[in-house]
């Protein structure tokens, strides 16, 4: 996968699109393109158009075999518009709530994400969890609402539970706290 090059002043997503134009230069008909998450280190609609004319190009100009992982859903329409183009998914069991991947791919487009679940998985705190849901509820509600500002709905704060500790200074002590006052 793709990484920085600090040492040549180059971010992730550059690397991957050097990359990416590589493969798009030098591909034919008979090679075989294996594509992860293009896209994913800039802005989502920017990286969403750029997998799709990618797609695109790979579909019209190469006519190479390609796989494409992605988790941009919109793209799942290009199955409905270009000949040959297939989707397919990891199959997955939904139950009380909670989510088992099966390791099988499967015909058809996912019918929806799964990353909240997965944070959930890999541990991410509770707080943080209901607060992504509260706000990808809030960002699936206004899809296709073309508003530039967007209506973020009130977080519920605990300010006393948890200090956050200044980069810069030494984190307090409580003897001399007592000696400063």
């Known amino acids: 996968g793709a990484s920085d090059e600090l040492s040549r002043g180059q971010s992730t997503f550059m690397v991957e699109m050097t990359e990416t134009a590589r493969i798009l230069n030098s591909a034919t008909e008979k090679s075989l ?16 158009s750029l997998a799709w004319a990618i797609t695109e190009y790979l579909h019209d100009v190469t006519a190479a075999r390609t796989m494409f992982a992605t988790h941009y859903h919109e793209l799942t329409e290009l199955a409905n518009q270009l000949n040959g183009v297939r989707n397919w998914n990891v ?11 099966l390791h099988k791919i499967v015909p058809g487009a996912a019918n929806k994400s799964y990353g909240i ?15 992504a849901t509260q706000l990808l509820q809030t960002l ?42």
């Open 33 to 48: 393109i294996v594509l992860d998450e293009i896209g994913r280190g800039t802005s989502t609609f920017d990286g969403l």
């Open 117 to 131: 679940h997965v944070a959930r998985l890999a541990g991410v705190p509770t707080e943080v969890l209901t607060r």
């Open 91 to 101: 199959a997955v069991y939904e139950s009380d709530g909670d989510i088992h991947f």
């Open 140 to 181: 699936e509600t206004r899809q296709g609402d073309s508003s530039d500002k967007m209506e973020v709905p009130a977080r519920q704060t605990d300010r006393t539970s948890r200090r956050q500790l200044n980069l810069f200074e030494p984190a307090p002590h409580p003897v001399l706290e007592s000696l400063e006052r």
